[in-house]
């Protein structure tokens, strides 16, 4: 078995499932530590090319391991390309209304709102490093093997030319939104991890190492976490030899 079928294996349960909006796709499974007392959260946004066939599902299995070690963690799902107001700017208001919903109830689940990190995988980097560009409230902001360059996406056409379907077009002609949606060219003052594997065949591992340069050359704190070996999927897999190091990051980012 390879990191690629966390995709398909069933998650554990999560502890609930609370609503943030009234369409179907806005919703967040939260998952609680067992000990008392205020803890620290991981909001988790998933990837998947921002496509509508992709669901939060496959990372409930990172969000179950992380809770095993003392952190809330809260798995969103969003509207995604294929949903009736999926897309850009949709996909984004429904992550910043999942943040702010969360923020705002922090006390009724116990969360730290002092000891909050925001979190995406592949497009969820990209959807993860624009909610901390966009909202001063964030302070940590982790990428895993995210799409956080959308300009480079559009020139490796990856998935398809996926982010012209998520921004509703080329760069020429929808020239602001790839100016509001891309990490890249957006200024963040959150503490930044970019965790990404160097045998990553789907979001190459150049996207967060010519990041980290980019944003370290304009003072952004940021960081490269480099995974020898490791692919696309192993860094959501609690089961891979790379989660480890995705572990300590995120630790390292609540702490």
Not at 140 to 160: C, F, K, P
Not at 197 to 210: H, L, M, R, Y
Request: charged content about 25%.
């Amino acid at each position: 078995m390879n990191s690629e079928d966390i995709l398909s294996l069933a998650p554990p349960k999560a502890d609930m499932r609370v609503s943030y909006g009234r369409d179907p796709n806005q919703f967040v499974d939260l998952r609680l530590p067992k000990a008392k007392g205020l803890h620290s959260l991981l909001i988790n946004v998933h990837g998947g090319f921002w496509r509508a066939q992709y669901d939060l599902a496959h990372a409930g299995h990172l969000c179950a391991a992380l809770t095993a070690k003392g952190i809330a963690t809260a798995n969103l799902e969003y509207r995604r390309v294929g949903n009736p107001g999926g897309g850009w700017p949709g996909t984004f208001e429904d992550v910043r209304a999942a943040y702010r919903f969360l923020m705002q109830n922090a006390g009724q689940y116990e969360f730290d709102a002092k000891s909050v990190v925001v979190m995406g995988h592949s497009a969820g980097g990209q959807l993860a490093l624009c909610l901390a560009a966009h909202e001063p409230e964030v302070k940590r902001a982790i990428s895993l093997a995210g799409v956080v360059d959308l300009l480079e996406a559009y020139r490796l056409h990856l998935s398809n030319n996926a982010v012209v379907e998520f921004l509703g077009g080329k760069p020429e002609d929808v020239a602001d939104h790839y100016r509001e949606a891309n990490p890249m060219k957006l200024s963040i003052a959150a503490r930044q991890w970019l965790v990404h594997g160097t045998e990553d065949d789907i979001v190459p591992f150049a996207f967060s190492k010519d990041y980290v340069a980019a944003k370290q050359k304009a003072r952004e704190d940021v960081r490269l976490v480099e995974i020898r070996g490791a692919g696309h999927f192993d860094v959501i897999d609690p089961r891979s030899g790379a989660w480890g190091r995705v572990e300590g990051a995120v630790v390292e980012a609540v702490g």
